[in-house]
């Protein structure tokens, strides 16, 4: 687990939440919601990965209207793949390709 790397994802996705949260209920909601963790991850508290199921915030981006904050979805995107355990093979062959 790339401590470094999480931590830089943590913090984008809380200055992009930050930015929003008091202009959008759904913002606020998902940095209330995250918070517990994103402060875990900052302190340097998660040295293991997370399950997939245990990140809150998924439903929000697929049944309310945070799919439609590109940059909230990305940044939410990356910190999970990294509290998860980090780009897969897969991911990183996909990735890759597309030259990212």
């Known amino acids: 687990m790339d401590q470094i790397l999480l931590k830089r994802k943590a913090e984008a996705l809380l200055v992009a939440l930050t930015q929003r949260a008091s202009s959008d209920s759904g913002v606020h909601a998902l940095l209330v919601a995250l918070s517990p963790l994103l402060d875990s991850v900052l302190k340097g508290d998660v040295d ?38 980090g780009a897969s093979p897969a991911l990183k062959m996909i990735r890759q390709s597309r030259g990212e």
């Open 48 to 85: 293991s990965p997370v399950e997939w199921r245990d990140v809150p915030g998924e439903r929000q981006f697929i049944d309310g209207s945070l799919g439609e904050l590109g940059d909230i979805e990305k940044a939410y995107a990356q910190f999970k793949i990294e509290v998860t355990g």
